[in-house]
């Protein structure tokens, strides 16, 4: 079991607060740009191990993913850290060898773990990269109430920056107060580069485009659908047509009409 698991008992890398980082004799604004990390390993922590998705197999943890996936906030970017889990009986279909594995985050993974366990994962990924469910959950009530995808973004763009300038205001006042005895040593200090800037000591800012955002809202919506379709066979029957003209069926209107007309010879 990882020691973050077993000692500190917490998915997240512990972290200092922008404060303490800017104490240091020397400080840059890379020493800023220091994101939180989530530790994906659920395999450790269910009894028994965890079932392969296909053959129902116990998975084996088979070394950590190559790259953490970026998952992206309301105002700032995380990574997750997972592991890939290898089953030793499933055959790969192309190579017809052993070689099956399923990275820890996979939605198949997820859906076979206890539930308390599935909560503690905090995002909704898409092929390459995901937004927080905190995020997510926000969007949605956005859309609900008559707000689009581009709203959205521009909005999360807005938390970026508002985020990202705070950092350059403490990263500035920290100099500042360093100001005399910088004089004296002759120490210099770097400039905050933009927020996009993609170079190595960029802080590679990045807010997901309202296509992105309709994208991974779409693929919610058909994950969900046999969910949805349930909740509306429960509703109860008060309007059951989009039709409210009330019209008469044409052959009642002319049973009714010559029952009338008969009525009216009689009398």
Same mark, same amino acid.
């Given at each position: 079991?990882?020691? /973050?698991?077993?000692?500190?008992?917490?998915?997240?890398?512990?972290?200092?607060? $922008?404060?303490?980082?800017?104490?240091?004799?020397?400080?840059? $604004?890379?020493?800023?740009?220091?994101?939180?990390?989530?530790?994906?390993? !659920?395999?450790?922590?269910?009894?028994?191990?965890?079932?392969?998705?296909?053959?129902?197999?116990?998975?084996? *943890?088979?070394?950590?993913? @190559?790259?953490?996936?970026?998952?992206?906030?309301?105002?700032?970017?995380?990574?997750?850290?997972?592991?890939?889990?290898?089953?030793?009986?499933?055959?790969? !279909?192309?190579?017809?060898?052993?070689?099956?594995?399923? *990275?820890?985050?996979? !939605?198949?993974?997820?859906?076979?773990?206890?539930?308390?366990?599935?909560?503690?994962? $905090?995002?909704?990924?898409?092929?390459?990269?995901?937004?927080? /469910?905190?995020?997510?959950?926000?969007?949605?009530?956005?859309?609900?109430?008559?707000?689009?995808?581009?709203?959205?973004?521009?909005? /999360?763009?807005?938390?970026?920056?508002?985020?990202?300038?705070?950092?350059? /205001?403490?990263?500035?006042?920290?100099?500042?107060?360093?100001?005399?005895?910088?004089?004296?040593?002759?120490?210099?200090?770097?400039?905050?580069?933009?927020?996009?800037?993609?170079?190595?000591?960029?802080?590679?800012?990045?807010? !997901?485009?309202?296509?992105?955002?309709?994208?991974?809202?779409?693929?919610?919506?058909?994950?969900?659908?046999?969910?949805?379709?349930?909740?509306? @066979?429960?509703?109860?029957?008060?309007?059951?047509?989009?039709?409210? +003209?009330?019209?008469?069926?044409?052959?009642?209107?002319?049973?009714?009409?010559?029952?009338?007309? *008969? +009525?009216?010879?009689?009398?």
């Amino acid at each position: 079991m990882p020691k /973050l698991y077993s000692v500190h008992k917490t998915f997240w890398f512990p972290q200092q607060s $922008p404060y303490f980082l800017l104490q240091k004799a020397s400080v840059s $604004p890379q020493d800023l740009y220091n994101p939180r990390f989530f530790l994906w390993d !659920p395999e450790c922590l269910v009894m028994g191990g965890i079932g392969c998705p296909k053959c129902s197999t116990k998975l084996h *943890r088979h070394g950590h993913a @190559s790259r953490p996936r970026c998952v992206v906030g309301l105002n700032e970017t995380f990574w997750i850290i997972g592991y890939r889990y290898y089953c030793s009986q499933c055959v790969n !279909p192309v190579s017809g060898k052993k070689t099956v594995t399923f *990275r820890s985050w996979d !939605p198949t993974i997820i859906e076979r773990l206890p539930v308390h366990l599935a909560l503690e994962f $905090p995002a909704q990924l898409s092929h390459r990269s995901g937004i927080t /469910l905190s995020a997510f959950h926000f969007m949605r009530s956005y859309f609900q109430n008559g707000m689009g995808a581009k709203q959205f973004s521009d909005g /999360l763009r807005v938390q970026h920056l508002r985020k990202y300038d705070e950092h350059h /205001l403490q990263y500035l006042h920290a100099v500042q107060s360093r100001q005399s005895i910088s004089k004296w040593k002759g120490q210099t200090y770097a400039a905050f580069l933009p927020f996009e800037d993609q170079s190595p000591l960029g802080l590679h800012g990045f807010v !997901p485009s309202s296509q992105w955002l309709r994208d991974i809202y779409h693929g919610f919506i058909e994950k969900h659908e046999k969910d949805f379709h349930q909740h509306t @066979s429960m509703l109860s029957g008060e309007i059951c047509a989009l039709d409210h +003209s009330h019209k008469v069926n044409p052959s009642i209107n002319f049973l009714f009409n010559l029952y009338v007309s *008969r +009525s009216l010879k009689k009398s």
